[in-house]
Structure formats: structure tokens, C-alpha cells
């Protein structure tokens, strides 16, 4: 025979899991996502920050701004915030969080 009450508790407990897991998940890629904030209007596509970063986090994206540009993109997940994009960067496109 089925416990109802056991089971109506393992269910709410799975549910605070999972959401606490999701919670968690968030937060992580927020953290993620926040390392680097790029200013893409103001980029010229010089490309000197790809060429400058070296653990490879920078690409140029398929996004164009309003100037015409393929700017560049961020793979956060490498991204060591080194700050050397921000150095080269002649127009000031990059903020280290
Ligand atoms: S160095 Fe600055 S201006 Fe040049 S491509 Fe990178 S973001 Fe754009
Ligand atoms: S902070 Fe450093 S690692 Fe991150 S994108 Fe800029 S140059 Fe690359």
C-alpha cells in the first residue's frame, strides 16, 4: 500500500532540491557571465583584444554594432580576467567586473 504522506514529503523534498540546484546554477553562470562587460557600440573591429588574449576567450561573433563592426565575443568559461583586453583596447570597449 502506498504511504501518501511519505510520499507528498519525498516529493516536496525532490522539489526544494531541484530548485535549490537551479538556484545555484544561476547564481554560478551570473557569476560567470559577469567576469567581463564589453561596450560593443564603441568597438571599431581592430581586433587587437582577440589577438591579445591569451587564454583564447575572445572571438569575433557574428554581431555587427552600429558602426559596421563583427564584435567581438566572450567565452567567460575562459575568460581569467587578466584585464589585457582592456589595456589593448583603444576604445575603451571593456570593463573587468
Ligand atoms: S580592441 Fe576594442 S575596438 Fe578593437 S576589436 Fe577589440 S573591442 Fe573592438
Ligand atoms: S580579461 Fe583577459 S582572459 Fe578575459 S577576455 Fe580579456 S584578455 Fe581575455
Known amino acids: 500500500m502506498v504511504n501518501y504522506r511519505t ?13 535549490l540546484r537551479t538556484r545555484k ?5 551570473v557569476l560567470i557571465m ?3 562587460k564589453l561596450n560593443v557600440e564603441h568597438c571599431k573591429g581592430c581586433y587587437l583584444c582577440i589577438a591579445n588574449c591569451k587564454p583564447g576567450a ?5 554581431e555587427v554594432n552600429a558602426k559596421g563592426y563583427l564584435v567581438p565575443q566572450v567565452d567567460s568559461e575562459k575568460c581569467v580576467q ?3 583586453c ?6 575603451l570597449v571593456f570593463e573587468i567586473l
Open 25 to 29: 546554477l544561476l547564481e554560478r553562470t
Open 34 to 36: 559577469e567576469k567581463i
Open 86 to 91: 582592456y589595456t589593448m583596447c583603444p576604445d
Open 82 to 84: 587578466c584585464g589585457c
Open 58 to 62: 575572445l572571438s569575433v561573433s557574428s
Open 7 to 19: 510520499s507528498f514529503y519525498r516529493v516536496e523534498q525532490i522539489k526544494k532540491d531541484i530548485s
